[in-house]
């Protein structure tokens, strides 16, 4: 499909609605220490809250089975994902990973080089969510054309 042929997208937002049991801890290790930006924030009657927190772009990457099995082995040593995961791109996996640890984020997977030339680790964050963080080596060109998740 050509972009002269593409139509204009008809959704504008990709938006994850997750229930956090503790939300203080939740807001406090997306926003604070993954450095989430906050982008708007909103309480109601009994206690209600909602924080909406700014990821960047967003994407929906759908994966068939073999391939889900073959990001576990490499990214976590054949460790199972659960059926949704997150992946955050950051600027410094490493950094980013021993900075979540050290906020009550549960290490699956040390950071370590991909195939298709990212660092990755795996954890399992606050509100259920099972966490990529991901640092792509490559300039956006060059990422972009490579193969990998993503880009096959």
Do not use: C
Request: charged share 30%; proline share 7%.
């Amino acid at each position: 499909m050509t972009s002269e042929s593409r139509k204009a997208p008809r959704v504008r937002q990709l938006r994850l609605v997750v229930e956090a049991e503790d939300y203080e801890a939740a807001v406090t290790f997306y926003r604070d220490v993954l450095g989430l930006e906050e982008r708007e924030v909103v309480e109601g009657e009994g206690d209600a809250r909602i924080t909406i927190l700014e990821a960047g772009r967003a994407t929906l990457e759908l994966s068939n089975p073999a391939q889900v099995r073959m990001i576990d082995q490499v990214e976590a040593d054949g460790h199972p994902s659960a059926r949704m995961r997150v992946a955050f791109e950051v600027e410094d996996a490493e950094t980013a990973t021993g900075e979540l640890v050290a906020a009550g984020g549960e290490l699956i997977a040390e950071p370590r080089e991909t195939p298709w030339r990212s660092v990755n680790s795996r954890l399992n964050g606050p509100a259920g969510l099972q966490l990529t963080l991901f640092q792509e080596l490559d300039p956006p060109e060059v990422a972009s054309e490579r193969p990998g998740p993503g880009n096959e």
